[in-house]
């Protein structure tokens, strides 16, 4: 090994610890303070690919009323925006960090009036009864108090002939890498199994239930009609 190719390691090593360091002290379960919006920036970009995966699910359409829970950064809404002309979207998170971003990410979106952002839990979400075409959630299942109680909570706003996807990046296999299979002990994070996905969402009232699975990846999407 060169001295060139060992500087890189340890600068490569560096800042994984520095990243590593930012995250505990943000807290990715619910985002706090400077160190909370550097990681929510991060994951805008970390998250691209797999939510980019999990929207081939869907079929967007123009005026479509679409709720993204846990919006965290924003960079989802600002995604699904590019093609809602006369629906609207809302973001609900429980982070006022994470609202903040969103509303610097969906700026124009806002003004416009076709966007708008909540903060409230998905244990109690502020929406009538049958509210939202669509409902999607990035990578924040994990962290959901009472995941059981609150996919019924989350049926409940989606309307008739809706679609609900949840996405994340991992899922309970054997085979996980020991850094994922840490950071799930060290956040606490809850990462059912495929088969538990889907009896989660069919215990919560959906159907047609299909659980995605990305070759090559640990991505996992499932999705829930109502």
């Known amino acids: 090994m060169t001295e060139k190719t060992e500087n890189n390691t340890i600068n490569?090593?560096?800042?994984?610890?520095?990243?590593?360091?930012?995250?505990i002290s943000g807290n990715p379960g619910k985002p706090v303070g400077e160190d909370g919006e550097k990681m929510l920036?991060?994951?805008?970009e970390s998250h691209y690919a797999v939510t980019g995966w999990a929207l081939e699910h869907w079929k967007i359409r123009e005026n479509d009323r679409i709720l993204d829970i846990g919006c965290?950064?924003?960079a989802t809404l600002k995604r699904m925006s590019e093609e809602v002309r006369d629906g609207h979207l809302t973001g609900v998170d429980y982070s006022a960090?994470?609202?903040e971003l969103s509303g610097k990410t969906n700026a124009e979106a806002l003004q416009q009036g076709k966007m708008d952002l909540v903060e409230a839990s998905v244990e109690k979400l502020p929406?009538?009864?049958?509210?939202?075409?669509k409902i999607i959630t990035?990578?924040?299942?994990?962290?959901?108090?009472?995941?059981?109680?609150?996919l019924k909570e989350v049926y409940r706003v989606l309307k008739e002939q809706g679609t609900f996807l949840l996405v994340a990046d991992i899922y309970q296999k054997e085979d996980l890498p020991e850094q994922v299979r840490e950071n799930i002990q060290r956040f606490h994070l809850f990462n059912p199994t495929p088969e538990e996905f889907r009896e989660l969402l069919e215990?919560?009232?959906?159907?047609e239930v299909q659980i995605h699975l990305k070759d090559?990846?640990?991505?996992?999407?499932?999705?829930?009609?109502?």
């Open 97 to 99: 960090t994470s609202l």
């Open 216 to 226: 090559g990846e640990d991505w996992i999407c499932a999705e829930g009609h109502k």
């Open 138 to 150: 990035v990578e924040s299942f994990y962290f959901w108090p009472d995941p059981a109680e609150n």
């Open 72 to 74: 965290g950064g924003g």
């Open 12 to 23: 490569l090593t560096t800042n994984e610890r520095a990243q590593q360091a930012i995250t």
């Open 203 to 207: 215990n919560a009232g959906f159907e």
């Open 127 to 133: 929406f009538a009864d049958n509210a939202f075409d």
């Open 41 to 44: 920036r991060r994951m805008n």
